[in-house]
């Protein structure tokens, strides 16, 4: 008992600063002098102090917790009006109790995420090494391809730029990453996007489900079936050259154009059967919805926790989640025009649809590949297909007519391929090929505007990541963005920022450049379309510039771009005049 009367020495001392309103100092006083019991002691610890504090450590919150148990033991001691004003102050004293828990807590966490962890050693922003939050909003401005080159620059070529998540543009780094038959799975920010499909190829993590999918479809993909796709392209290039004939002569936005083009052609692709976009425009609303879709994907991916929760509860509060139209809307045009191609006649093979092929293997293999799957992939072929098509093409256009010289040099050589009945009109997949300035200029607008401008995440599997001097452990999220990787001056030369399509002229040089070219992603997970796409691009680029002179309202005016996981241009703003009206 000796000891627990110096103890209220010391409570009694930690209690003046904090006042009971309405209560003098020795009505506090004298509360607290009945407190000296075995039951005051046995409270203090259950509050975890375990013993008393010396005066000196009065400031801390402990000797608070002293105070609630002294409420206890007043309420024994004292009157009705004395009880009142001790409980006052318990109060408080709880009230701190309750933070200062959670505040420890959060205080290891971070000292731990900051100082101790694996990831400790990766530079990055202080924010970002213990929440993803930090990451979250700079996404949400809208210009990560931008944000990724000036954290590279400050921090390396290894960012984190999560607690788990490290963005890197080292070039060793990448080829493990994203080499052929690396086991780097993607991660969960492609959850949302799967949503509640049974079958994808794009959002799909599970790397074995993944590659058994990827096979059983890639056939129309291939660059053998990729000639049969032509004249599919040709009758929407056409389609496109008449509708640009009315547009001549004044300021338009060719942008647009290239998007109502860009899906028009894939839908053709895919389905041969237009939905008509050149002529009706986006009526059903497909193209807002797909950059409400992406712009909702790229930051639900940062924090998958909010599909979750959107998954769960759903069924109550429908779907709020932009994201998941992708599996709802987009999946729901694709199943119509399924429905609508079974009436259509047989397609020969020098001009078959992906539809078409997919219909052989179902025809071929009904057990194993169902018409929910076909669907699924053809519905990957619109959303993939569309908008990175079009912003390709804004991308090429644009380089073209802002660098003059180039542009002379381009249609010189398309005079002289005419003149010499080498390239037809338009333009056979073959004679583009055959063009090697014309396939240096796409290569260079892909490198210095590649669409997908955000780091593609993997999950570094087991044995971790080494590379250079970091050591990234399993379960690491990792990612590079095309835009870092593509402005290495050790891979591409200290002229990265610029335009400059001799870069890819030399087929040495250029078979090396091309194992850092990302526009397409990589390894087991490179875009399925590259050479639909390349097809598109190839016949569209050479016949436009052969049917119209082309040039820039602002010629020095940048393209703004905002970034929602594509970076979407603005534009380009152009006059056009036809070569056949001189
Ligand atoms: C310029 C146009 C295009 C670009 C820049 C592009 C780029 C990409 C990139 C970077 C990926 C990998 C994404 C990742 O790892 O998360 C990808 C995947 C994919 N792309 Fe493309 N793409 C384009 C056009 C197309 C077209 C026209 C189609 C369809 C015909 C298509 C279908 C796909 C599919 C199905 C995947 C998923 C492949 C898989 O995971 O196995 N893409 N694309």
């Known amino acids: 008992m000796a000891t627990a009367a110096n103890n209220d020495a010391h409570f009694v001392k930690c ?50 917790s002293f105070i609630t148990v002294a409420i206890m033991t007043s309420l024994d001691a004292s009157g009705a009006h004395l009880s009142l004003a001790s409980l006052r102050l318990g109060e408080v004293a709880a009230n701190r109790q309750i933070l200062f828990l959670p505040v420890l807590a959060l205080l290891i966490y971070i000292l731990y995420q900051r100082y101790v962890s694996p990831l400790s050693k990766v530079p990055g922003p202080f924010l970002a090494s213990f929440t993803n939050l930090w990451w979250l909003s700079t996404v949400l401005k809208g210009e990560q391809h931008l944000d990724c080159l000036r954290l590279h620059r400050e921090y390396g070529p290894f960012v984190r730029i999560g607690p788990n998540q490290v963005m890197i543009a080292d070039p060793e780094a990448f080829k493990k990453i994203y080499g052929a038959g690396n086991n780097f799975q993607k991660s969960d920010f492609y959850k949302p996007f799967k949503a509640k499909l049974k079958w994808s190829l794009t959002a799909e993590t599970d790397g074995h489900v993944h590659s058994q999918n990827r096979r059983m479809v890639s056939r129309p993909y291939s660059m053998d079936s990729i000639r049969s796709l032509e004249g599919f392209v040709e009758q929407v290039i056409e389609h496109f050259l008449e509708k640009m004939k009315p547009m001549t002569n004044r300021p338009f936005d060719l942008g ?66 932009g994201v998941t139209m992708r599996s709802i809307k987009f999946r729901a045009l694709a199943q119509k025009k399924v429905q609508e191609h079974q009436l259509l006649q047989d397609e020969n093979e020098d001009h078959k649809s992906i539809l078409g092929y997919l219909q052989d293997l179902r025809r071929k293999k009904p057990d194993e590949f169902s018409e929910y799957a076909m669907t699924s992939a053809l519905t990957s072929n619109i959303f993939a297909g569309s908008d990175t098509t079009a912003i390709a093409l804004r991308a090429m256009i644009y380089n073209l007519l802002s660098h003059p010289l180039y542009l002379q040099r381009f249609l010189h050589e398309l005079k002289e391929r005419q003149m010499m009945g080498e390239i037809s009109d338009p ?48 379960g690491t999220v990792v990612g590079t963005n095309a835009w870092a990787i593509h402005r290495r001056p050790e891979i591409f030369g200290d002229n990265v920022d610029e335009f400059c399509p001799e870069r890819w002229m030399d087929s040495a040089t250029k078979s090396e450049l091309q194992r850092y070219f990302f526009a397409f992603g990589g390894g087991a997970r490179t875009c399925l379309g590259r050479n639909i796409v390349w097809l598109e691009m190839s016949k569209f680029l050479p016949t436009l510039f052969m049917h119209f002179d082309l040039k820039l309202v602002d010629p020095k005016a940048p393209m703004p771009v905002k970034n929602i996981f594509l970076a979407f241009q603005e534009g380009p703003y152009v006059i056009m005049t036809d070569k056949g009206g001189e």
Request: charged share 15%; glycine share 6%.
């Open 15 to 64: 209690l003046s600063p904090v006042s009971a309103p309405g209560q003098s100092e020795r009505t506090r006083f004298q509360r607290f002098e009945v407190s000296q019991s075995a039951q005051f002691e046995l409270s203090v610890q259950h509050f975890g102090v375990g013993e008393f504090l010396p005066s000196s450590c009065r400031i801390h919150i402990l000797p608070h």
């Open 427 to 474: 333009i056979r997949l073959h004679e583009a090929e055959a063009w090697p300035f014309l396939q240096a200029i796409m290569y260079e607008s892909l490198r210095l505007h590649p669409p997908f401008a955000a780091p593609l995440p993997r999950v570094v599997p087991q044995g971790g990541l080494v590379a250079k001097d970091v050591f990234l452990p399993p």
């Open 256 to 321: 647009e154009w290239l998007a109502l083009f860009a899906i028009g052609n894939i839908t053709e692709i895919s389905f041969a059967k237009s939905f008509n976009y050149l002529d009706k425009g986006d009526a059903d609303g497909i193209l807002a919805l797909s950059k409400v879709v992406f712009a909702s994907a790229n930051w639900v991916g940062v924090v998958p926790w909010v599909y979750r929760i959107h998954h769960l509860t759903s069924g109550w509060t429908g779907n709020w989640l």
